[in-house]
């Protein structure tokens, strides 16, 4: 251990990071809405890109458009009731003085976030036999996490171990104040070219505007405090602000894609879409109680964009009226934020009995991992007259894709890692920020068409974690 401390001071204060996440820990749970817009493709489990037959193949695949042959107006709204699934790192010390802690362990702080949003409106307009452009509006990005008054506190550490008839009450608590809100809204201009009667490709222009803003409550600023409670009436304060500030977020992006007839009469198609957007460039401020190795990175430059995302599906008909689609969604959910953004630090024993004690260290974040979405639906569609009525059910997986972290001491020489375990700093660490959970979402929904000119969809998405209901509207001219 002797030679445990000059070399961890070196070796944790200047280790850079991968690219991760602004160290919040409401904004390492930060959920994204990237399924199509539209009622038909949330019934169906977002299994849309091999079909994309009305005005939201602009947004979904912009290939579709070439299905379509009059001019089209569609809007679209959504309803959100999401449960943001954060845990709380809880450990308590008894027993002798030298008595270690029990690992932390992980306590549900799920908080409760709700929006209603119009998420698509768009018109399709045919410019030749082959060529079909389409102008549309979307919000693909809402997430609004607010832990109340309180604040949402990640760890909790206590120690009550006795020397005898005395018994300690130390408290070491880390609580995150004020709302996270995100937001991604876009204007595309997508045309679709008939290459033949089987072959459609697509592309599109988008301009988007991101909005990131970690907002303050009535206490002050988006902050986190670290309160060290010694004895009940002596506490250690130290209360870190954090900002965004001048995010650039009008940014431009493209999309491209293809739909191609595989059998004939469209008794099997195919779809391909690929979507991308400009990084939005910002920066992220730190004030207050700046930990000693962040103090010449008090304002560090960060860029956040929409992960860029790709999908490949089929749908089929084995008999007139039933389409089933199956389709993977790739998305790159790492590229949200560009590099690690430390902002609080850690103080504790570290290594072997008694251990060394050490301040300033820092955590390392890590983003999510890219992930593919597997979807499925079905759709009948029963005619009757002028009416046509479509029942839909869908399911996909959302997998985890939260951030995840550590923190450890390496000694240089031998590559050994050592946690922070006196208090568990280490474990509530990696405990608070887990990566999140994954989760079977399943859907369904109605549609109706009357006299081939006007279309409603109705539609909702159940999972543990969120709730979403849909309607949609579309009009041929």
């Given at each position: 251990?002797?030679?445990?401390?000059?070399?961890?001071?070196?070796?944790?204060?200047?280790?850079?990071?991968?690219?991760?996440?602004?160290?919040?820990?409401?904004?390492?749970?930060?959920?994204?809405?990237?399924?199509?817009?539209?009622?038909?493709?949330?019934?169906?489990?977002?299994?849309?890109?091999?079909?994309?037959?009305?005005?939201?193949?602009?947004?979904?695949?912009p290939a579709g458009l070439g299905l379509l042959s009059s001019f089209e107006a569609g809007v679209s709204g959504k309803r959100v009731d999401d449960v943001i699934g954060l845990v709380t790192a809880r450990s308590t010390a008894t027993g002798g003085l030298s008595a270690p802690y029990p690992s932390p362990r992980a306590v549900n702080s799920d908080i409760s976030a709700r929006s209603s949003l119009g998420e698509f409106a768009g018109i399709v307009i045919p410019i030749s036999r082959r060529v079909v452009a389409a102008v549309s509006f979307a919000e693909n990005l809402s997430f609004e996490g607010d832990p109340g008054p309180d604040g949402y506190a990640y760890i909790e550490l206590r120690d009550n171990r006795s020397g005898g008839t005395t018994r300690r009450d130390f408290l070491y608590e880390f609580r995150e104040h004020g709302a996270v809100s995100l937001r991604n809204r876009l204007v595309a201009l997508s045309a679709a070219y008939r290459v033949t009667e089987r072959l459609r490709l697509g592309a599109g222009l988008t301009l988007n505007r991101m909005e990131l803003d970690l907002l303050g409550d009535e206490g002050g600023p988006h902050r986190i405090v670290n309160r060290t409670f010694t004895t009940p009436t002596q506490v250690r304060t130290l209360t870190t602000n954090m900002a965004i500030r001048d995010l650039d977020g009008n940014v431009l992006g493209f999309l491209v894609g293809a739909h191609v007839d595989l059998l004939a009469d469209g008794k099997l198609t195919a779809g391909a879409v690929y979507r991308q957007t400009s990084k939005a460039e910002g920066t992220f401020e730190i004030g207050g109680d700046v930990p000693t190795p962040l103090a010449g990175q008090k304002t560090r430059p960060f860029s956040a964009r929409v992960p860029r995302d790709a999908a490949i599906g089929l749908a089929a008909q084995p008999f007139p009226g039933l389409t089933v689609a199956a389709e993977a969604q790739w998305i790159a959910y790492g590229d949200f934020i560009d590099r690690s953004l430390p902002t609080v630090s850690y103080a504790g024993f570290v290594g072997p009995a008694p251990g060394m004690f050490l301040e300033d260290l820092l955590a390392e974040m890590r983003p999510p991992d890219d992930v593919v979405v597997p979807r499925l639906g079905v759709e009948y569609v029963a005619a009757s007259g002028d009416l046509l009525l479509a029942f839909r059910l869908g399911y996909h997986r959302e997998p985890a894709r939260g951030v995840t972290a550590n923190l450890v001491a390496t000694e240089e020489t031998t590559g050994a890692a050592f946690d922070v375990d006196d208090p568990p700093f280490s474990g509530g660490v990696r405990t608070v920020y887990d990566g999140g959970r994954p989760d079977d979402r399943f859907s369904g929904g109605l549609g109706a068409t009357i006299s081939r000119k006007v279309s409603f969809d109705l539609a909702f998405d159940l999972g543990r974690s969120s709730r979403v209901l849909s309607a949609s509207l579309f009009y041929r001219f």
């Open positions: 251990m002797k030679r445990l401390l000059p070399v961890l001071a070196v070796v944790l204060l200047a280790r850079v990071p991968a690219s991760a996440q602004v160290e919040s820990a409401l904004l390492s749970k930060v959920t994204f809405n990237l399924t199509n817009p539209g009622g038909k493709s949330l019934a169906m489990g977002g299994a849309f890109t091999a079909i994309a037959d009305d005005a939201t193949a602009g947004i979904a695949n």
